[in-house]
């Protein structure tokens, strides 16, 4: 059995002991698949969060994953939030209107998590980005998530600017494509709830848009229930970007046996197994917003996906690739049996 996450370990120990690569037979996909306009061997990415760095991502390359996401990265220095940064919680399918959502005493799928966006400096990771992109197979994509850091004062266009040089400096690398993170649910910046907010999302997307040129931009977003809402978030987005990946998480308080709320009180995303069913109806929503727009914008599914059943109902939900964090890490050849059974089925 491979090593299977924990979160007993902080964000340094896991940087520097990523696994070696493994050399597993991985079994190809029947169809044809694209990424962006891209060839690819199967729909199956890791999304932002597990990769933490190159050896992460050349580790998960080997283990079936076709578009490999190198987690979010900062145009400086960030530290981790304090363990736990995943804390399992007791839940079967969230809607986003629960007041808060139980600890659980082990992990059962579903966890809150609190890592904060952490970064390593920017001379750090982008030498690591390029070197990563040499090392990768040619047929595989690397897409780099990046995000804004807030400073005291900030206005927009500051905020649009630093996304812009982030994502820039992703491309300048190496990267395929950039992630732009518009939702991080432990934040409290603007950076955190940027898709809620049509016009500043605009000016950041045409930013970042304006820097890399052609190069595909993903802009992954939060969770979205209200209609009207998403489609504003739409007509934002569309003009500058190529897809829309969700759903982040769903951000959600979370307590303890006692009811007491932990975190301060804040909420965390909720990611995993019990956001499965909220990730594909908000799939499924935008992609028929998006149908009625004539719009182009591709979607990447994220959310609670663990197997061939669940990748193939993002698929009819309309995603064009389907992304897996939570499942990669408590399964890491989650990948490959995702492949057996799709060719069994
Ligand atoms: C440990 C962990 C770290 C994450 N870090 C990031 C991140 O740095 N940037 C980001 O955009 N999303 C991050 N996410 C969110 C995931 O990309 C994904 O949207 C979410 O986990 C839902 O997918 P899942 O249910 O397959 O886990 C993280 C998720 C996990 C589990």
């Not at 037979?25 to 190159?54: C, K």
């Not at 000016?203 to 009207?228: F, M, N, S, T």
């Not at 489609?231 to 959600?252: E, F, G, K």
């Amino acid at each position: 059995m491979l090593p299977r996450y924990d979160g007993t370990q902080s964000y340094e120990w896991n940087y520097t002991h990523a696994p070696a690569p493994l050399g597993v037979d991985v079994p190809p996909l029947a169809g044809q698949y694209e990424f962006l306009g891209r060839p690819v061997g199967s729909p199956l990415g890791v999304a932002a969060g597990p990769l933490l760095n190159g050896a992460w991502l050349l580790y998960y390359a080997g283990l079936g994953f076709d578009v490999l996401t190198y987690k979010t990265v900062r145009t400086r220095a960030r530290d981790c939030y304090p363990l736990p940064n995943v804390l399992p919680v007791a839940v079967e399918q969230v809607s986003g209107s629960e007041p808060h959502v139980p600890r659980a005493s082990a992990m059962n799928g579903t966890w809150a998590v609190s890592f904060g966006m952490p970064s390593m400096p920017p001379e750090v990771w982008k030498a690591d980005v390029r070197q990563t992109r040499e090392l990768l197979a040619k047929d595989k994509l690397l897409s780099v998530s990046v995000v804004a850091t807030e400073q005291p004062g900030w206005t927009i266009t500051e905020l649009a600017d630093d996304y812009a040089l982030a994502a820039r400096w992703a491309v300048e690398s190496g990267a395929d494509c950039v992630e732009a993170n518009f939702s991080c649910p432990n934040v409290c910046s603007s950076d955190g709830q940027l898709y809620q907010h049509p016009g500043d999302a605009a000016r950041c997307a045409e930013a970042i848009r304006a820097a890399i040129g052609d190069v595909p931009l993903i802009i992954k977003v939060g969770h979205q229930v209200d209609e009207a809402a998403a489609l504003a978030m739409i007509d934002a987005l569309a003009p500058s970007c190529t897809a829309l990946s969700m759903t982040n998480s769903v951000a959600l308080p979370v307590a303890d046996e006692n009811g007491e709320l932990l975190f301060g009180g804040q909420r965390r995303g909720i990611c995993g197994r019990g956001i499965r069913e909220a990730s594909i109806a908000q799939t499924a929503l935008m992609h028929e917003l998006i149908r009625r727009r004539g719009y182009k914008l591709r979607l990447i599914g994220v959310g609670g996906a663990f197997d061939a059943t669940d990748v193939r109902r993002y698929l009819a939900a309309g995603a064009e690739a389907v992304h897996l964090a939570t499942a990669v890490m408590i399964e890491p050849d989650v990948a490959i049996g995702i492949r057996r059974a799709w060719s069994n089925a």
